[in-house]
Protein backbone atom coordinates (compact mmCIF):
# COMPACT_ATOMS: atom_id res chain seq x y z
CA UNK A 1 0.00 0.00 0.00
CA UNK A 2 0.92 3.81 -0.31
CA UNK A 3 1.98 4.83 3.19
CA UNK A 4 2.68 9.77 2.95
CA UNK A 5 3.41 10.91 6.11
CA UNK A 6 3.72 14.73 6.89
CA UNK A 7 3.24 16.82 10.04
CA UNK A 8 -0.55 17.49 11.26
CA UNK A 9 -0.32 21.15 12.18
CA UNK A 10 2.21 23.57 12.17
CA UNK A 11 2.17 27.52 13.28
CA UNK A 12 4.16 30.71 12.16
CA UNK A 13 4.08 34.42 11.77
CA UNK A 14 3.47 36.58 9.08
CA UNK A 15 6.32 37.18 7.15
CA UNK A 16 8.31 34.03 8.84
CA UNK A 17 9.20 30.98 6.69
CA UNK A 18 7.32 27.51 6.96
CA UNK A 19 9.00 24.13 5.79
CA UNK A 20 6.32 21.24 5.84
CA UNK A 21 8.27 17.63 5.29
CA UNK A 22 6.59 15.06 3.58
CA UNK A 23 7.92 11.00 3.37
CA UNK A 24 6.54 8.78 1.35
CA UNK A 25 6.37 4.81 0.46
CA UNK A 26 4.64 4.14 -2.45
CA UNK A 27 4.57 1.16 -4.49
CA UNK A 28 4.96 3.00 -7.81
CA UNK A 29 6.84 6.58 -8.31
CA UNK A 30 5.75 9.49 -11.26
CA UNK A 31 6.42 12.41 -9.30
CA UNK A 32 5.18 14.34 -6.12
CA UNK A 33 2.81 17.10 -6.17
CA UNK A 34 1.93 20.05 -3.31
CA UNK A 35 -1.75 21.62 -3.00
CA UNK A 36 -3.19 24.20 -1.17
CA UNK A 37 -6.08 23.33 0.05
CA UNK A 38 -8.56 26.37 2.19
CA UNK A 39 -11.12 25.30 4.45
CA UNK A 40 -14.43 24.42 3.16
CA UNK A 41 -12.64 24.63 -0.43
CA UNK A 42 -10.78 22.37 -3.35
CA UNK A 43 -7.09 21.51 -3.64
CA UNK A 44 -5.16 24.03 -5.86
CA UNK A 45 -2.16 22.78 -7.60
CA UNK A 46 1.04 24.68 -5.83
CA UNK A 47 3.97 22.26 -7.24
CA UNK A 48 5.25 19.34 -9.16
CA UNK A 49 8.68 17.42 -8.40
CA UNK A 50 9.65 13.91 -10.51
CA UNK A 51 13.45 14.76 -10.31
CA UNK A 52 16.08 15.13 -7.40
CA UNK A 53 16.17 18.92 -6.41
CA UNK A 54 15.00 22.45 -5.65
CA UNK A 55 11.62 23.77 -7.84
CA UNK A 56 10.61 27.56 -6.68
CA UNK A 57 8.10 29.14 -7.61
CA UNK A 58 7.91 32.52 -6.32
CA UNK A 59 7.52 32.55 -2.38
CA UNK A 60 6.57 28.73 -2.92
CA UNK A 61 9.42 25.89 -3.86
CA UNK A 62 9.56 22.32 -3.33
CA UNK A 63 12.08 19.90 -2.44
CA UNK A 64 12.29 16.19 -3.38
CA UNK A 65 15.12 13.46 -2.86
CA UNK A 66 13.71 10.28 -4.61
CA UNK A 67 16.59 8.22 -2.71
CA UNK A 68 15.36 9.23 0.61
CA UNK A 69 11.81 9.44 -0.43
CA UNK A 70 11.53 12.51 1.01
CA UNK A 71 9.84 16.32 -0.27
CA UNK A 72 9.56 19.44 1.58
CA UNK A 73 7.34 22.92 0.88
CA UNK A 74 8.93 25.72 1.90
CA UNK A 75 6.42 29.00 2.54
CA UNK A 76 8.68 32.32 2.16
CA UNK A 77 7.63 35.62 3.41
CA UNK A 78 4.45 34.18 5.21
CA UNK A 79 1.05 35.92 4.50
CA UNK A 80 -1.92 35.47 6.28
CA UNK A 81 -4.01 34.57 2.78
CA UNK A 82 -1.47 31.33 3.62
CA UNK A 83 -3.41 29.52 6.54
CA UNK A 84 -4.84 26.68 5.10
CA UNK A 85 -3.88 22.62 4.77
CA UNK A 86 -1.42 21.87 2.59
CA UNK A 87 -1.51 18.36 0.70
CA UNK A 88 1.62 16.18 0.04
CA UNK A 89 0.82 13.49 -2.96
CA UNK A 90 2.00 10.79 -5.08
CA UNK A 91 1.50 9.74 -8.88
CA UNK A 92 1.73 6.59 -9.25
CA UNK A 93 1.03 5.31 -12.95
CA UNK A 94 -1.50 8.62 -13.01
CA UNK A 95 -3.41 7.73 -9.51
CA UNK A 96 -2.55 10.52 -6.94
CA UNK A 97 -2.39 9.09 -3.36
CA UNK A 98 -2.64 11.93 -1.10
CA UNK A 99 -1.08 12.20 3.07
CA UNK A 100 -3.35 13.47 5.47
CA UNK A 101 -2.53 17.05 4.88
CA UNK A 102 -0.72 19.93 7.25
CA UNK A 103 -2.50 22.30 8.82
CA UNK A 104 -0.49 26.02 8.55
CA UNK A 105 -1.86 29.28 11.10
CA UNK A 106 -0.42 31.98 10.29
CA UNK A 107 -0.50 34.55 13.30
CA UNK A 108 -0.20 38.20 13.29
CA UNK B 1 -9.42 30.14 -16.85
CA UNK B 2 -11.48 26.86 -17.76
CA UNK B 3 -12.38 24.98 -14.31
CA UNK B 4 -14.08 21.05 -13.22
CA UNK B 5 -17.48 21.85 -12.82
CA UNK B 6 -19.56 20.18 -9.80
CA UNK B 7 -22.97 20.00 -8.76
CA UNK B 8 -24.92 20.40 -6.29
CA UNK B 9 -22.57 21.81 -3.94
CA UNK B 10 -24.45 20.87 -1.18
CA UNK B 11 -26.21 18.05 -0.19
CA UNK B 12 -28.00 17.03 2.72
CA UNK B 13 -29.78 13.82 3.00
CA UNK B 14 -31.53 10.80 5.10
CA UNK B 15 -29.34 7.91 5.50
CA UNK B 16 -30.89 4.84 3.25
CA UNK B 17 -31.78 7.88 0.78
CA UNK B 18 -30.35 7.91 -3.08
CA UNK B 19 -27.88 10.65 -3.92
CA UNK B 20 -26.16 11.64 -7.22
CA UNK B 21 -23.51 14.38 -7.86
CA UNK B 22 -22.41 15.58 -11.15
CA UNK B 23 -19.01 16.53 -12.60
CA UNK B 24 -18.12 18.39 -16.01
CA UNK B 25 -14.48 18.32 -16.43
CA UNK B 26 -12.39 20.75 -18.45
CA UNK B 27 -12.63 20.38 -21.48
CA UNK B 28 -10.47 18.12 -23.50
CA UNK B 29 -9.40 16.55 -20.28
CA UNK B 30 -9.73 12.70 -21.20
CA UNK B 31 -9.03 11.23 -16.97
CA UNK B 32 -11.86 12.30 -14.72
CA UNK B 33 -11.47 11.04 -11.01
CA UNK B 34 -14.24 10.91 -7.98
CA UNK B 35 -12.17 11.69 -4.77
CA UNK B 36 -13.88 11.46 -1.36
CA UNK B 37 -12.49 13.84 1.78
CA UNK B 38 -13.46 12.93 5.05
CA UNK B 39 -12.48 15.81 7.18
CA UNK B 40 -9.18 16.23 8.46
CA UNK B 41 -7.91 13.54 6.10
CA UNK B 42 -6.27 14.00 2.56
CA UNK B 43 -8.90 12.78 -0.66
CA UNK B 44 -8.99 8.95 -1.66
CA UNK B 45 -9.67 7.85 -4.79
CA UNK B 46 -13.02 6.16 -5.73
CA UNK B 47 -12.68 5.78 -8.97
CA UNK B 48 -10.61 6.61 -12.36
CA UNK B 49 -12.37 7.12 -15.98
CA UNK B 50 -10.27 7.20 -18.99
CA UNK B 51 -12.86 8.61 -21.72
CA UNK B 52 -15.33 6.17 -20.78
CA UNK B 53 -13.91 3.18 -19.57
CA UNK B 54 -13.33 2.66 -15.84
CA UNK B 55 -9.48 2.85 -15.34
CA UNK B 56 -9.55 2.21 -11.73
CA UNK B 57 -12.52 1.54 -9.36
CA UNK B 58 -10.86 -0.85 -6.58
CA UNK B 59 -11.76 1.53 -3.77
CA UNK B 60 -15.07 2.16 -4.67
CA UNK B 61 -17.85 0.23 -2.44
CA UNK B 62 -19.99 -1.51 -5.65
CA UNK B 63 -22.73 -2.67 -3.34
CA UNK B 64 -23.58 0.88 -2.74
CA UNK B 65 -21.76 3.06 -4.81
CA UNK B 66 -21.94 3.77 -8.99
CA UNK B 67 -20.04 6.09 -11.32
CA UNK B 68 -20.74 6.39 -15.37
CA UNK B 69 -19.07 8.60 -18.08
CA UNK B 70 -20.99 7.15 -20.89
CA UNK B 71 -19.61 9.71 -23.40
CA UNK B 72 -16.49 10.36 -22.01
CA UNK B 73 -17.21 14.05 -20.98
CA UNK B 74 -19.47 14.71 -17.76
CA UNK B 75 -19.73 11.82 -14.92
CA UNK B 76 -21.99 11.22 -12.40
CA UNK B 77 -21.54 9.01 -8.78
CA UNK B 78 -24.22 8.02 -6.99
CA UNK B 79 -24.98 6.73 -3.47
CA UNK B 80 -27.86 4.28 -3.04
CA UNK B 81 -28.69 3.98 0.05
CA UNK B 82 -26.62 7.02 1.60
CA UNK B 83 -25.21 5.47 5.05
CA UNK B 84 -23.97 7.93 7.99
CA UNK B 85 -20.56 6.95 7.35
CA UNK B 86 -20.76 8.54 3.98
CA UNK B 87 -21.16 12.08 5.13
CA UNK B 88 -18.09 13.75 3.44
CA UNK B 89 -16.60 16.55 0.76
CA UNK B 90 -16.64 14.13 -2.57
CA UNK B 91 -14.11 15.99 -5.08
CA UNK B 92 -13.98 15.90 -8.88
CA UNK B 93 -10.72 16.14 -10.74
CA UNK B 94 -9.38 16.18 -14.00
CA UNK B 95 -6.29 16.05 -16.34
CA UNK B 96 -4.75 15.99 -19.63
CA UNK B 97 -3.53 12.36 -20.96
CA UNK B 98 -1.10 13.22 -23.03
CA UNK B 99 1.35 10.05 -24.26
CA UNK B 100 4.72 9.91 -23.19
CA UNK B 101 4.29 12.48 -20.48
CA UNK B 102 4.90 10.80 -16.96
CA UNK B 103 2.50 12.34 -15.26
CA UNK B 104 -0.24 15.08 -15.54
CA UNK B 105 -1.87 17.87 -13.13
CA UNK B 106 -5.04 16.88 -11.78
CA UNK B 107 -7.21 20.11 -11.29
CA UNK B 108 -10.02 19.97 -8.73
CA UNK B 109 -13.65 20.85 -8.61
CA UNK B 110 -15.31 22.81 -5.80
CA UNK B 111 -16.52 19.64 -4.16
CA UNK B 112 -20.14 18.37 -2.92
CA UNK B 113 -20.55 18.53 0.87
CA UNK B 114 -22.12 15.74 1.52
CA UNK B 115 -24.07 15.46 4.69
CA UNK B 116 -26.12 12.14 6.37
CA UNK B 117 -28.88 12.60 8.81
Known amino acids: GQNIDQPTEMTATEGAIVQINCTYQ??????LFWYQQHAGEAPTFLSYNVLDGLEEKGRFSSFLSRSKGYSYLLLKELQMKDSASYLC?????????FGAGTTVTVRA | EAEVAQSPRYKITEKSQAVAFWCDPI?????LYWYRQILGQGPELLVQFQDESVVDDSQLPKDRFSAERLKGVDSTLKIQPAELGDSAMYLC???????????????FGPGTRLTVL
Open chain 1, 26 to 31: TSGFNG
Open chain 2, 27 to 31: SGHAT
Open chain 2, 93 to 107: ASSPYRQGVVSDTQY
Open chain 1, 89 to 97: AVDDDYKLS
